[in-house]
């Protein structure tokens, strides 16, 4: 079944600092990856997406992510966090054909000052 | 461009309820996802709809939950009777379909804000 792993639920770094939130996926064909954004109270917001290519993709806000189909792995870095990067952040895979989105639990980012 | 617009942005109710959200997609997106995130989890998809059509309702509990988009534009989602569990923030989203490698997929996908619901 397909399936995307958070390993942290938790995540604090001092102002900035860089960054790294860890997704694992578990698909059977080329996965289509997706980081979204939540700040309190708000929607989703699209950081970055994965359909095919360049492994390195670009995204908003200073985001990037590396798909690494060895490791089933969709990690989403930031070389220098902002106060205003504190938010929840869900990692997200498109199943099949309807292209629903299966989102993992999600990791919250703290940002000390 | 206007984003996908949702009402309201709470709501309280006690169980055994009834409850209605509304959800007005991007303009010209075809495809609509009603999602429920419960505290503590990501997202998961209740239904979604191509244009008027059901694409996929299998995780919507049918004996309480409905939905509708009726004119292929907005949507509706209904809980009645309402129980503690339901509480939750309710998603909706839209996507364009777009042509990938010659077969029609759809493209990423657009939230809205949300609705809180507390049941009480």
């Known amino acids: 079944a397909q399936s995307v792993t958070q390993p942290d639920i938790h995540i604090t770094v001092s102002e900035g600092a860089s960054l790294e939130l860890r997704c694992n996926y578990s698909?059977?064909?080329?996965?289509?990856l997706f980081w979204y954004v939540q700040s309190p109270g708000q929607g989703l917001q699209l950081l970055l997406k994965?359909?095919?290519?360049?492994?390195l993709v670009q995204g908003i806000k200073g985001f990037e992510a590396e798909f690494k189909r060895s490791q089933s792995s969709f990690n989403l870095r930031k070389p220098s966090v902002h106060w205003s990067d504190a938010a929840e952040y869900f990692c997200?895979?498109?199943?099949?054909?309807?292209?629903?989105?299966?989102f993992g639990q999600g990791t919250t980012l703290q940002v000390k000052p | 461009e206007a984003g996908v617009a949702q009402s309201p942005r709470y709501k309280i109710i006690e169980k055994r309820q009834s409850v209605a959200f509304w959800c007005n997609p991007i303009?010209?997106?075809?495809?609509l996802y009603w999602y429920q995130q419960i505290l503590g989890q990501g997202p998961k998809l209740l239904i979604q709809?191509?244009?008027?059509?059901?694409?996929?309702d299998s995780q919507l509990p049918k004996d309480r939950f409905s939905a509708e988009r009726l004119k292929g534009v907005d949507s509706t989602l209904k809980i009645q009777p309402a129980k503690l569990e339901d509480s939750a923030v309710y998603l909706c989203?839209?996507?364009?379909?777009?042509?990938?490698?010659?077969?029609?997929?759809?493209?990423?996908?657009?939230f809205g804000p949300g609705t809180r619901l507390t049941v009480l």
């Open positions: 303009s010209g997106h075809a495809t």
């Open positions: 997200a895979v498109r199943s099949g054909n309807t292209g629903k989105l299966i």
């Open positions: 709809f191509q244009n008027n059509g059901v694409v996929d």
């Open positions: 994965y359909f095919s290519g360049d492994t």
């Open positions: 698909y059977g064909a080329t996965p289509y």
């Open positions: 989203a839209s996507s364009f379909p777009r042509v990938i490698s010659g077969r029609t997929s759809t493209d990423t996908q657009y």
